[in-house]
């Protein structure tokens, strides 16, 4: 009798059904009149608030490693709480969903692009689906096979060990043996540089170590030469087969 019902609301006047699909979120004011067949009647003011539609809102799910203890959770607006989730398939083996909560949990153990479709149901059973992914990288490895030689005394090139897999930043350190006196390691990113200071063979073991803590660690052998000679003198008288400084030999 005054006010009116949401947008796309409509009242059947014969059995009382209010039915149809809102269009605009808000709250309606309306009142109803109930009439008898002998005209009797009465009124009553309601209201009826139409919610937002519901949507997930999650835009993007964060990066793992495989081994790496994972925990997301997925978001949603509108509708009425509280939302029901579900995934029919696509999960990366060994995560899980938490239908109440949205939570995706887990370790995953299968490197891989996962895409899949996660859809939020609420009370009233209106729901909403989106696409999403989530990368799941490789154990973290040292890319770096060798290290070249290099002369006591001379700086020679830097040498910086690289990884692949894991996600970044990565976290670099020595777990056993050592490096050649007068070479350090960068432990964030994985440079060593100096000046070798003692000649021999130095045996170590680096590790690298991604953002999730997932670790791998390689051996390696590291010669360091000792000084090399001085330049050999071609133009003074009498110099012929001598190296300034060091013993004498033989050219060829």
């Known amino acids: 009798s005054s006010g009116a019902l949401p947008s796309g609301i409509q009242l059947n006047s014969s059995t009382g059904l209010l039915s149809g699909t809102p269009t605009v979120s808000g709250t309606s004011s309306f009142t109803v009149r109930l009439r008898d067949v002998n005209g009797a009647a009465v009124t009553k003011t309601l209201s009826m608030t139409v919610n937002q539609g519901i949507s997930v809102t999650t835009a993007s799910l964060p990066e793992t490693t495989a081994g790496a203890i994972y925990g997301a959770t997925l978001q949603a607006q ?110 964030q990113t994985g440079t060593v540089s100096g000046t070798p200071a003692k000649p021999g063979i130095y045996a170590f073991t680096i590790r690298v170590t991604d953002a999730l803590g997932i670790a791998s660690s390689t051996a390696y052998q590291w010669v360091i030469l000792a000084t090399p000679p001085g330049n050999v003198d071609f133009t003074t008288l009498s110099s012929v087969n001598r190296v300034d400084g060091y013993d004498m030999i033989a050219l060829d």
Request: proline share 8%; hydrophobic share 35%; aromatic share 8%.
């Open 78 to 187: 509108g509708g009425t709480a509280p939302y029901t989730w579900t995934i029919a398939s696509g999960l990366p083996p060994g995560l899980s969903l938490v239908s109440t909560t949205g939570e995706i949990l887990g370790i995953a153990s299968t490197a891989g692009n996962w895409g899949f479709t996660v859809t939020v149901r609420d009370v009233s059973n209106a729901s909403a689906a989106k696409a999403l992914a989530i990368m799941v990288h490789p154990t973290p490895s040292i890319a770096t096979t060798s290290v070249g030689n290099l002369y006591q005394g001379s700086p020679g090139p830097g040498v910086t060990f690289t990884a692949t897999g894991g996600v970044s930043p990565y976290a670099w350190g020595i777990t056993s043996g050592g490096l050649p006196e007068g070479l350090t390691l960068n432990t």
